[in-house]
C-alpha cells in the first residue's frame, strides 16, 4: 500500500486501504492521518469518513449525509455489522451492489469486495445457501477483472463446512485445497486454510456444532501439525465434548 501510494500520489485508493489496515492493527492514529489523507483526495468519501470516526471513538454516530446513495449503503452495512445485525448488513450491501451495478463501483475492486462482505453478513447470519452464490460471483468478477483470488475459495470453503448436507466436507477441503494453490508457497496455503478450520471451531461452538468444532480442529492440526495453538484449540474443543457427552469425571485419569 505504501508503493501504490507514492506510485498514484493524488489517488485516495491507497490511503483509505492502508487507513483500514492499520484501523484493523489497532493503530488509530496513523489510521486518521492515512483517512484524513484519503479525505482531502476525495472529499465526503463515505467509507472513509465512517472508520475516522471509529478511530476517534465516535463510530457509533452516522457521519452528516452527502448525498451519495453509495456511501450512505455502505455506512448502513457497516454499523449493522458493528451491532452483528447480519441480515440488515446484508441486505444494505445488496443495495450498495445494485448501484454500483448502476453507476460504477466505490473504487476498484469495491464490486468484489461488497460481494464478499454480503455473502459473509449472510455467513455469520446462519444463510449457509445464500452465502455460496455471492462467493461463487466475487470469484467470478474477480476472475474477469484481476484474475484467480484466494478469498472466494476460502470463504466458500467456510459455506461449505457450514451447510453441512452429505458431501459438504469434500466441498470444503476441495475449495481449501484451491485456496492453498493460489499461495505464495505451499506453507503459506496450508497457513490459511489451518486458519479458516480454526475459525470455524470457534463458531461451531457457538452455534453448539461440537462434533463439528472437532472435525474442523482435526483437519487444522493435519495441516499444521507443530502449531501449538492449533494442538490447544483442539485439546480444549475435545474436553467440551467430553462434557458435552456427559463423561466429565468419567475420563481416563478424571
Known amino acids: 500500500l505504501e508503493r501504490a501510494a507514492a506510485s498514484l500520489?493524488?489517488?485516495?485508493?491507497?490511503?483509505?486501504?492502508?487507513?483500514?489496515?492499520?484501523?484493523?492493527?489497532?493503530?488509530?492514529?496513523?489510521a486518521v492521518r492515512e483517512l484524513d489523507e484519503a479525505l482531502r483526495r476525495r472529499p465526503g468519501f463515505a467509507p472513509a469518513l465512517v472508520l475516522k470516526a471509529e478511530a476517534l471513538g465516535a463510530g457509533e454516530e452516522p457521519p452528516a449525509s452527502t448525498g451519495d446513495p453509495h456511501g450512505e449503503a455502505w455506512s448502513r452495512a457497516r454499523r449493522a455489522l458493528r451491532k452483528w445485525r447480519f441480515a440488515e448488513a446484508a441486505a444494505a450491501y445488496g443495495e450498495l451492489i445494485a448501484l454500483e451495478e448502476a453507476a460504477g463501483e466505490l473504487y476498484p475492486g469495491s464490486g468484489i469486495a461488497h460481494l464478499l462482505a454480503r455473502g459473509?453478513?449472510?455467513?455469520?447470519?446462519?444463510?449457509?445457501?445464500?452465502?455460496?452464490?455471492?462467493?461463487?460471483?466475487a470469484r467470478a468478477l474477480s476472475r474477469a477483472s484481476w484474475g484467480e483470488l484466494l478469498e472466494p475459495h476460502l470463504l466458500l470453503g467456510m459455506a461449505y463446512f457450514l451447510r453441512g448436507y452429505p458431501g459438504a466436507l469434500e466441498r470444503a477441503e476441495e475449495r481449501l485445497q484451491e485456496a492453498a494453490s493460489l499461495s505464495a508457497s505451499g506453507e503459506e496455503g496450508k497457513?490459511?486454510?489451518a486458519a479458516v478450520y480454526s475459525f470455524l471451531v470457534e463458531m461451531c461452538l457457538r452455534l453448539g456444532r461440537i462434533p463439528d468444532a472437532v472435525e474442523a480442529g482435526r483437519r487444522a492440526v493435519r495441516?499444521?501439525?507443530?502449531?501449538?495453538?492449533?494442538?490447544?484449540?483442539l485439546g480444549s474443543v475435545l474436553l467440551w465434548e467430553v462434557w458435552a457427552k456427559g463423561e466429565w469425571g468419567r475420563t481416563e485419569g478424571g
Open 9 to 30: 500520489p493524488e489517488r485516495f485508493e491507497a490511503r483509505y486501504h492502508r487507513g483500514r489496515a492499520l484501523l484493523l492493527l489497532g493503530r488509530g492514529s496513523e
Open 120 to 137: 459473509a453478513a449472510k455467513l455469520h447470519g446462519g444463510d449457509y445457501e445464500g452465502a455460496m452464490p455471492d462467493f461463487w460471483a
Open 191 to 193: 497457513l490459511w486454510a
Open 223 to 233: 495441516l499444521r501439525p507443530r502449531d501449538v495453538r492449533t494442538r490447544v484449540q
